[in-house]
């Protein structure tokens, strides 16, 4: 734990970042941007964009939010090339009636100009057993949170996680959550 916490900056080169919110009664919107160099020798790019939306309203929530990052990589021949990552999430939850409460969460990413390996790193040359160079995963996650009594909620819900290159897979949660 101790170990992962102790980050140096490997380049010395500080980011660039921004982000604009714009608020109006139940509606939120926002964009960011993020862009710096993250190797040594602060040559290799990595720029982010993001925007997110919140409707909220007689108890009811959506929120949507989209990210795409580029990154500057060196393919198997040493020359420059860019991974790019898209993702969204989509999420809507309202009362169900006392102090139950219902979500529904749908959220995906997509990886293009990255062959994934079981046996090596993420940046590796295509070759037998990899996948190809565009994988994505996309879950849908359905739940309730009670208000067990002030201070506590169970939370339970089911996610089903898609796969493009990989076997697809259910996750199940049961929290308790204490707040004081």
Avoid: C, M
């Avoid at 979500?103 to 994934?116: H, I, K, S, T």
């Amino acid at each position: 734990f101790d170990s992962s916490r102790d980050y140096e900056d490997n380049n010395g080169e500080p980011a660039a970042a921004g982000r604009l919110t714009l608020a109006a009664g139940p509606l939120t919107l926002g964009v960011s941007g993020l862009l710096g160099h993250y190797d040594e020798e602060a040559r290799l790019d990595y720029r982010v964009a993001g925007a997110d939306l919140t409707l909220s309203g007689g108890g009811w929530n959506v929120r949507a939010e989209g990210v795409l990052r580029d990154t500057e990589i060196l393919d198997a021949t040493g020359s420059a090339d860019f991974s790019r990552r898209l993702a969204y999430a989509l999420q809507i939850d309202g009362p169900l009636g006392g102090d139950v409460r219902f979500f529904v969460l749908q959220d995906g990413l997509l990886v293009r100009d990255v062959f994934l390996s079981p046996t090596a790193g993420a940046f590796v040359a295509p070759g037998p057993g990899l996948t190809d160079d565009r994988n994505t995963i996309l879950r849908v996650v359905a739940g309730l949170v009670v208000a067990a009594r002030p201070g506590l909620l169970l939370k339970v819900s089911a996610e089903y996680w898609d796969f493009s290159d990989f076997d697809d897979t259910w996750v199940f949660h049961l929290e308790l959550v204490g707040s004081y």
